[in-house]
């Protein structure tokens, strides 16, 4: 099903709900399944997904991004922005309003000192918090009244919505949480199992990495929601049995993340118990093109370190004829199907700062090859693979081990044997690959390869510092243990010139501009990053669970409030 | 004058040879006889040999390239899948049917079937050689004895996937760089998965030959200076080639369950190089399907390791001079 009538759909449903008379509790018990287990409901002490999807049940922020990435209050009355004065002028100040007469689901009021609390204990010196970088600048916290937050930064700050906004950083209740700050954060277990919310639901019972028992929140400030008297949210499993709870058997109402072959995920939907949904988000699967070189005859400590260019890839005309030669059409169809487009961009998304970048995804063989011949690589020894000075086009090409993925390999080097170009292939095991262990010769930082393929995205909605990632100086070498989100060791001053004045620009006419410039000079100007496939996520929820919007940009389960039984 | 004395002497009747009335039959026709009563090493070791010869001559007959894409192509099923299903998309260019990306899946299962028994073979011969020499001199050797048994036990106390996946980082660069990515892998699989696995071949010769060297032939071979080389390759060796042939049958099965095994797990060959392991992992996610593309593999593997199995029990059986002939 589109993308398009299924939010038609929801939107239609969600005007006829209320009509029939709503009452909290009224629909019973709603089954998640998570295939991956929540171990705490808290996101300041975790970083994955599940915790923070599981915890957005319970605990809220001031505001969220809804399906379209724009902001929408939650706690807060209204979203500051400097047009309503909530943001000062020169950008360093944001002034929070909470709605009025908000209760925990203890009883007890919530108030502008919970919300500096939240702020304090994330920023905490032992804590370790995972969302720390959501509080990067924040110089200090005011609360002039009982309803008020004012945030200073001690820089401008183009994106002000950091620290409360989204998931990732949700208000906590400082009198549960009050003995846990620092080094005392991971051992308050009762808290951190158990926290008290403004959310829809309260946890009655928490198994860590299996199930959680969820029951309606009697303090929820919508007195008609939410519909589910209680929750199950069972976690574990795979991907593929979380699919099959929801979509053949009816087992489970709603199933997160599944990534599955697109012939898989349909012939699962034949079940008729459930409809799989899809929503694009900022993932992107590309492949990086390595502009040092990785030869294994270099000494150990300068494979891969800006101080030998790549031999072949250098060359701005290969890393195009490679580009060329891929069909990212037939990439989709084989790998991702609903779930996944073709895209020549590194950010695809939101509107705002996506170019209009298209060149890239008609295949061109005979283009390509031309390509390289002018780049003066020909096959002189008739065995298919081009040389040039005595060295063969030849590449290593790594990546993850996933199914998709090894198709996707297979696939590419068949195009780029068809350009002349002998391609390698490798895969690593994910928890080496992504695991950044600088001991490790296989991690994609590290980089012992000449293209790579994974995907990345980036937290909410501003690209800033996903862009700046690829700043000069900030690629993983020994020096730096081998850290450093530069992968392709990419360096332009204009680009980092370009970066300075983003992060001065707070007009988002002006912000979308110069983000999408800098996403054109990594991707069709240089082909550094060739991308693939913008891909979506996939969910499914039962055909009688109602109010589903799948949301990329914030917690899946965050209007879990507005969610309801279609009665059969 | 004495009696003349025969130039011949006359042999005493009751001790006279009634001479062979058969000519000699050699060891290797009785076992081989005794081979042939037991069917299913027989079945199994025909099977053996039809694979074997199947992956070696089958790309001569079967020339389409396993790595070849035909996406038009794609997920084709075998052809027997007719016979019950009209609308099968089947088609003799593809008698197996073929892969999510149109890769054949009988050339495929050929190439598959080269790089497993080719690791099965050569970590069994290896593991054979390291075993049976250990266990030989563990158990001739009171000295060597303690020092060998103990490695032994460390060996046997070593987890074998975790030690490959080692090994696969530390050593998969130099052999990639001297043998090329295919050669290294394999060099690098067959070393581990031998050195790994002939623990048990060394202690069930050890034991053998710790019982065979107090018999009456040896000592009697050791009292008229035979040199312990000379007897252990004349008296001892042939008499523990029994165990030694079990072993070996169960080593080939464990080679090829190990290889798959990382195949299945994306630390073996590269992921465009079929082997058995390789294509039943790929199909587990569309199992339900195209059955064929898990079953072709895994029944393949599984008729391979039991064919293995059926063979070595009747080598034990035929090589045994005690069991023969009963």
Redesign the interface.
Known sequence: MKLKTLMLGAAAASVLAPAVQAERGEDGNVNIIYWQAPSIMTPYLSGGTKDIEAASLVLEPLGRYDETGALVPYLAAEIPTVENGGVSEDLTQITWKLKEGLLWSDGSPVTSADVKFTADYCMAPEGGCAQFAKFTGVESIETPDDLTVVVNFDKPMPNPYGPFMGGQSPILQKAQFEDCVGAAASTCTEANFNPIGTGPFVVDEFKPNDVISLSANPNYRDPEKPAFATVTFKGGGDAEAAARAVLQTGEYDYAWNLQLAPDVLASMAEGGEGTPVSAFGTLVERIEMNLTDPSPDLPEGERSTVAHPHPILSDEKVRRALSMAIDRELLVEVGYGQAGRATCNLVPAPELYASDNTECLTQDLEGAKALLEEAGWTDTDGDGVREKDGEKLSLLYQTSTNAVRQDFQALIKDWWRQIGVETELRNVDSSVFFGGDPGSPDTFQKFYADVEMYANNFDGTDPQSYLSMYRCGNEPKPSSQWQGENINRFCNEEYDAMLDELAKTGELEKRGEIAKKLNDMLTKESMTIVPLVDRGRVSAHSNTLGGVVLNTWDSELWNAADWYRIDE | MTEPVPASPVPIEALKDKGPDKPPRSKWRDVWEQFRKHKGAMVGGAFLLFITLGVLVGPWLWTLDP???D?RAK?MRPIYTAIWNSEADVGWAHPLGSD??G?DNLAQLIAGGRASMAVGWAAMLLSLIIGAGIGVVAGYFRKLDGPLMRLTDLFLSLPILPLL?VAV?LFR??LR?NFG?EGGMFILIVTVVGITSWMPTARIVRGDILALKEREFVLAARSIGTRPFQIIKRHLLPNVLSPIMVSATLGLATAIITESALSF???GF???FPTWGKMLA?AV??M??FPERVMLPGIAISLTVLGVNYLGDGLRDALDPRIRGR
């Open positions: 790595q070849a894409l996406i997920d999510q990306l890769r996946l980082t660069q130099p760089a990515p797990l994306g630390v590269p992921s465009d790929d996610a569309r339900e399907d």
